[in-house]
């Protein structure tokens, strides 16, 4: 039973349009939640994270919203660039667990 | 500074033979993971170190996999007698501390293990 869900395997976006790339969860003792950016032939890198305690997480141009009651977030991408064309995954974990959760991850690709 | 590295970045190993597959993490990160990550799948957690210290391994698949970090920095993850199942991409990661506590994790570029 998968506790974080990407359900859209795969989203395509015009150059200088927003992407939002969705991401729920099952489990109510998450605390952080992050989402990460992977190129092929390369680990995931780390793009951004946002604390339970808030809403909303902004660096650049990708923001992370996070609502609890929905036990949704998204990471919106503003404006969309072709170097942005990668899988996304996003991952959570809380209390005192070590490791993170990742979802299937989704596919985005930015047409020029 | 240099990331997380890992050895082999390929390895295609004959079914019943044991692999060693080794982490060097980013210097001075006291916490370092193994994920294995199948194709189409998100990095699936198999066990993580604090220090030397074996925190968790409730991700290991069965007794035939094993993890150890001696010295609190370079890790083995070693798997024996492979089986055609365990051929997947498996990942390392390391970081300063809990990832429930906010603590990103980074990557390396991971091991593709192929058993034939």
């Known amino acids: 039973d998968q506790q974080v869900k990407q359900n859209s395997p795969s989203l395509s976006v015009q150059e200088g349009r927003i992407s939002i790339l969705n991401c729920d969860y099952t489990?109510?003792?998450?605390?952080?939640f992050l989402w990460y950016k992977k190129y092929p032939a390369e680990g995931p890198t780390f793009l951004i994270s946002i604390s339970s305690i808030k809403d909303k997480n902004e660096d650049g141009r990708f923001t992370v919203f996070l609502n609890k009651s929905a036990k949704h977030l998204s990471l919106h991408i503003v404006p969309s660039q072709p170097g942005d064309s990668a899988v996304y995954f996003c991952a959570a974990s809380g209390g005192s667990q070590g490791n993170l959760i990742f979802g299937k991850g989704t596919k985005l690709s930015v047409k020029p | 500074g240099a990331g997380v590295s890992q050895s082999p970045r390929y390895k295609v190993t004959k079914r019943g033979q044991d692999v060693a597959l080794r982490c060097d993490p980013i210097s001075g990160h006291v916490s370092l993971y193994w994920y294995r990550q199948a194709l189409g799948q998100g990095p699936e957690f198999l066990t993580y170190?604090?220090?030397?210290?074996?925190?968790?391994k409730s991700g290991l698949p069965n007794d035939r996999f094993s993890a150890e970090r001696p010295e609190g920095s370079i890790s083995t993850l070693t798997i024996q007698r492979t089986e055609q199942r365990d051929s997947a991409m498996y990942r390392c990661?390391?970081?300063?501390?809990?990832?429930?506590?906010?603590?990103?994790?980074?990557f390396g570029p991971g091991t593709r293990l192929t058993v034939t």
């Open positions: 489990n109510s003792m998450f605390d952080y």
């Open positions: 990661a390391s970081s300063d501390g809990l990832a429930g506590q906010g603590y990103e994790q980074y």
């Open positions: 170190f604090n220090y030397e210290a074996q925190q968790d």
